[in-house]
């Protein structure tokens, strides 16, 4: 069966926010569930990632009667960068805590450090009960670079990293997954890893967290040039972003009307607009998601729990 599905489990930036009137969009922060051909690939770890790790524990238990005969958890969590609004869930996601879980973390070296170090000095240790050398889980920790794709064949549970050139060399199985990612500078301090996911000829661009500038930028358009669905960083309106009194240029994160720029010189399918300014309420986010579809007409704003069938995405090119 071919299958490539989107939940967004948290759709907020910077922090999570709980008011009532922000939840239509939702409050978690940075979160999102791939389902594709068999595999789980969870972007991101802010408290989003909560939920979709009691929603695995409940099919996890569901699957079977016994600790024997229950289908393991398996997963690929990649991280786009360290902020704490990205990695704050990881400890609470509870397939950590489950010896037959098998997890695969991919991250980008931040400040010289690896994922695992730096996972460890952040979300654990000292800030949280548990050390992360004591989780249950068989967790391998991978560094993810721009040279590397990772590979997800068909019945095989072991991602495989593969070194390329050129993206188009990449000739694998049709039914397998392939996760590339381009490095962007401009999210301060150390930068962020933008991802692109491909499978049954469908393409998903993750492009949070990062700066684009005012007329486009070339770079993510070159990297999600016809994708079927780019999800781009849409924190601000451009009224916030050059505001007199608090002027948000430098941030690392982009307009509402950069994003639409960047999906339009691309021509992508589906624009989502990602990690919401936890200041912008629904009604707000409402009037705002009108306004961008009368540039784009397949533009939205990301919500909590919603899930998109990408194999029902026609795509323009
Ligand atoms: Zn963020
Ligand atoms: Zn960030």
Redo the contacts with the bound molecule.
Sequence with gaps: MSEFTVKFRGTR??HPVAAGNKLKYGGN??CVEIRANGHTIILDAGTGIIEAGNDLVKSHIASGTNIENRNPIQALILFSHS?L??IQGLPFFKPLYIKSSKLCIFGGKTHGKDYQQLLSDMVFGSVFPVELSEIAADTKFYDFKETDAIVLNPDSDIPQLIRFDKEKEIILDEKAVVITCMKCNAHPKAGVLVFKIRCNGKTLVYA??KEDYIGGDIQTVNFSRGASMLIHDAQYTMEDYISPVSPKQGFGHSTIEMAIETAKQANVSQLILF?MDPAYDDNLLEKLEEKARGIFQNAMFARENLEINLMQVKCKV
């Design positions: 930036g910077s922060t940075a902020h609004d990205h949070t967290d990690h």
